[in-house]
């Protein structure tokens, strides 16, 4: 499975971004997909996921309610529509995929893409 990552950039804080990602390869199977961000000198956190059917969403507190994720299986898409946005969002955001039950961890995902850059500017 190969995930690419779009739609980053700068913007002002308490502006939007949508980022997508594209899922190609051996997409057929079940898995569910997840947002993580990564921060100079921070570890990988965890953002958002979304199971395979999309009937069940998952978010950190601290992008709940600012954050939205959305699948569209027919077109191998996964969105993260992010309003709001705070200084403290900026990071390198990534789009993991993984088999079945959708997770938190970042170790337990199995495809990841190549990041999108995300700056937040206050």
């Known amino acids: 499975v190969r995930l690419v990552e779009s739609g980053g950039g700068l913007v002002q804080a308490g502006g939007s971004l949508s980022l997508a990602c594209v899922a190609s390869?051996?997409?057929?199977?079940?898995?569910?997909m997840g947002w993580f961000r990564q921060a100079p000198g921070n570890e990988r956190e965890f953002v958002a996921a979304?199971?395979?059917?999309?009937?069940?969403?998952d978010y950190a507190d601290s992008v709940k309610d600012r954050f939205t994720i959305s699948r569209d299986n027919a077109k191998d898409t996964v969105t993260l529509r992010m309003n709001s946005l705070k200084s403290e969002d900026t990071g390198i955001y990534y789009c993991?995929?993984?088999?079945?039950?959708?997770?938190?961890?970042?170790?337990?995902?199995?495809?990841w893409g190549q990041g999108t850059q995300v700056t937040v500017s206050s």
């Open positions: 979304i199971s395979w059917r999309g009937d069940n969403e």
């Open positions: 390869g051996r997409t057929a199977g079940s898995y569910s």
């Open positions: 993991g995929a993984k088999y079945y039950k959708s997770s938190r961890h970042y170790v337990d995902y199995d495809y």
